[in-house]
Nanobody
Framework: QVQLVESGGGLVQAGGSLRLSCAAS????????MGWYRQAPGKQRELVAR???????NYADSVKGRFTISRDNAKNMVYLQMNSLKSEDTAVYYC?????????WGKGTQVTVSS
């Protein structure tokens, strides 16, 4: 079993920045990918950013140029630096880890951007 714990969410004004962190622990032996998803009220959960083994990254079009995902392999942590935040970034942000054959989720951290 793998546990994921997110931190760093909060309330910020539009244009501001936040940094999310996710710590992975448990039965970790070969992480294929880690990433961040978000879910706004009334909407489906969507991919925000992902970093796969080897370091390649993917971003949602809506966050490209504003968000940066990074990973500390030694600490089994993944980060999401969010700059130039917009009200539409308001959502619960979930950390995600894929390790064959399962996908794991954190409980989420709320990000609220006030306009």
């Amino acid at each position: 079993q793998v546990q994921l714990v997110e931190s760093g969410g909060g309330l910020v004004q539009a244009g501001g920045s936040l940094r999310l962190s996710c710590a992975a622990s448990g039965n970790i032996f070969s992480i294929a990918a880690m990433g961040w998803y978000r879910q706004a009220p009334g909407k489906q959960r969507e991919l925000v950013a992902r970093i796969i083994r080897g370091g390649s990254t993917n971003y949602a079009d809506s966050v490209k140029g504003r968000f940066t995902i990074s990973r500390d392999n030694a600490k089994n942590m993944v980060y999401l630096q969010m700059n130039s935040l917009k009200s539409e970034d308001t959502a619960v942000y979930y950390c995600n880890l894929y390790q064959t054959p399962r996908r794991y989720w954190g409980k989420g951290t709320q990000v609220t951007v006030s306009s």
